[in-house]
């Protein structure tokens, strides 16, 4: 596992596969709730995302998925209301590596799970990540 400091959009451009931290939850009309960060960049960026997402977690659960663009979702909570969950980072780290072998991806690229508006500490998140990424995976943190 590799870790760096700058911005994750950097790297959408270099054929890297860009992780965004998700929740389980959806709206009333069965859209998946972007909250902050990372994730919301992405609706902004990816219009049908929060639609693509939804389908996604109302028929699969809150899981890791790939939705096209070289984005790949990183579930941390299970609502935007609740705390990031250790036990799920840890999940979403092992089904993150696991697509990504069956998928062939030479670059991954993650924000520090439930680090941001989560306020988890990379010291607890990072020996999480150890085991499931290898070189092939770089956790940024902002500037």
């Not at 939804?54 to 909570?77: C, K, M, Q, S």
């Not at 696991?98 to 508006?117: I, K, N, T």
């Amino acid at each position: 596992m590799l870790e760096t400091i700058g911005d994750i959009w950097n790297y959408a451009d270099r054929g890297c596969v860009i992780a965004i931290t998700t929740n389980g939850s959806l709206t009333k009309d069965g859209r998946a709730i972007f909250g902050n960060g990372v994730a919301k960049q992405a609706a902004f960026r990816f219009p049908g995302l929060a639609e693509k997402l939804g389908r996604l977690l109302a028929a699969h659960g809150n899981h890791v998925f790939a939705l096209g663009d070289g984005i790949v979702t990183f579930p941390v909570e299970e609502t935007p209301w609740s705390l990031p969950d250790l036990r799920l980072v840890a999940s979403s780290a092992q089904e993150l590596r696991q697509l990504a072998d069956s998928s062939g991806w030479e670059r991954v690229v993650v924000p520090r799970p439930g680090c941001g508006g989560g306020g988890l500490a990379w010291k607890d998140v990072r020996p999480l990540l150890v085991p499931w990424f290898d070189d092939r995976f770089t956790v940024i943190s902002q500037q």
